[in-house]
């Protein structure tokens, strides 16, 4: 009897710390270029701030034309204590739309994504 009321009382407190972190999982909270913005030339990098530490080596983003054509990019890098990813975009973006694709992994262990777009003004 109280073993299982011990094993109880652990599970409970395993499900309270669980909620906990799930508040925490990193999410985008910020952007250059920012979601549905017009830049007026091809940016040099996109970054993305998120609300908690990332782990880079999980943690990335992709980035597409609007026709799906996928634009290469340099190596991401983190800065500003880990919440900032940066992604160098060595190729001179064309006029048009773009979706940037991200796939992150915070360092308390959960996988977020998601998705913004901008367009590089004619
Ligand atoms: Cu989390």
Redesign the pocket.
Known sequence: MFKTSKLLTASFIVMISAAG??S??AHLTSSVPADKSIVQASPAAVALNFSEELNIRFSGATIAGTDGKRISTGDAKLSDGGKTLTVPLPETLDAGGYVVEWRVL?T?G?KTKGSYGFTVKP
């Open positions: 972190q799930a925490a999982h915070s308390d959960h």
